[in-house]
């Protein structure tokens, strides 16, 4: 699971839309609303951020790579590199995912 963390700026808003960054006109992902006064929670527009490349694209990309090459090791999802999410760029770190059981 994925979650909203506010503490730089822009904040990441882990919601329904997450994962759903529009194009631009030339086929590159949105990093910026569309719509001037706008943002995640209000629009059906989605922007590029690290809960799209350290969530969702990164552990979809784990388990196509386990789907069509082979099962990871044993304790691939038990590792707790898997869960970070990066840090902030005064160093603090992103909040983690959470591993549903």
Known sequence: MMHSDDHGAPAL??????PSAMLNSDGS????????????DTTDIGVVDALDYLGTWRLLDQLLEAA?????NADFFEDPKLLGMGSWSDGVPVKPLTRLE
């Open 13 to 18: 808003v882990a919601n329904h839309r997450s």
């Open 68 to 72: 069509f090459f082979g099962p990871p």
């Open 29 to 40: 992902f949105a990093t910026e609303a569309f719509r001037p006064g706008t943002n995640r």
